[in-house]
């Protein structure tokens, strides 16, 4: 692995990962855009490949307009509703629903319910930074 990359993840270590094990961190950035109200992301498992993430939203969160340009997402609605813009076109997702982010799309969200994610990220790229 390059660890001259800050944006690279070790791998997890094992096969199997208890969730109530994971760490989950207040997120104040995404991509570099500070990010306001109550959120916070729990990673999962990183593999060669991909990044397994929890994400919660407080009502109101508004994650800011971004991009990713070294990794695609997809993204699976556990519990709540957000807005999404998606390269300029609006949906509203409930739980069950899921959307992609492609490389390089511009995107952003606003939770309308208090909300819980799973977001898988492939390559695994670290994109927050928090408290």
């Known amino acids: 692995m390059d660890t001259s990359d800050p944006r690279l993840l070790p791998k997890s270590a094992g096969v199997f990962f208890p969730g109530a094990t994971a760490r989950a ?3 104040t950035t995404l991509e570099g855009a500070a990010s306001a109200g109550e ?3 729990k ?3 990183v593999g060669n490949d991909m990044l397994l993430i929890e994400l919660s ?6 994650v800011p307009e971004h991009t990713h340009d070294d990794h695609e997402s997809i993204v699976y609605l556990v519990r709540g509703s957000m807005r999404l813009v998606i390269e300029g076109r609006e949906f509203i997702a409930r739980a069950g629903d899921a959307w992609l ?3 390089g799309v511009p ?3 606003e939770a309308l319910e208090d909300c819980v994610a799973i977001e898988i990220k492939s390559p695994p ?3 927050w930074s928090g408290a």
């Open 25 to 27: 961190d207040r997120m």
């Open 39 to 41: 959120m916070t992301i």
């Open 43 to 45: 990673p999962l498992v």
């Open 57 to 62: 939203e407080a009502k109101g969160v508004r």
């Open 101 to 103: 982010h492609p490389r």
């Open 107 to 109: 995107h952003w969200s």
């Open 125 to 127: 790229r670290k994109t």
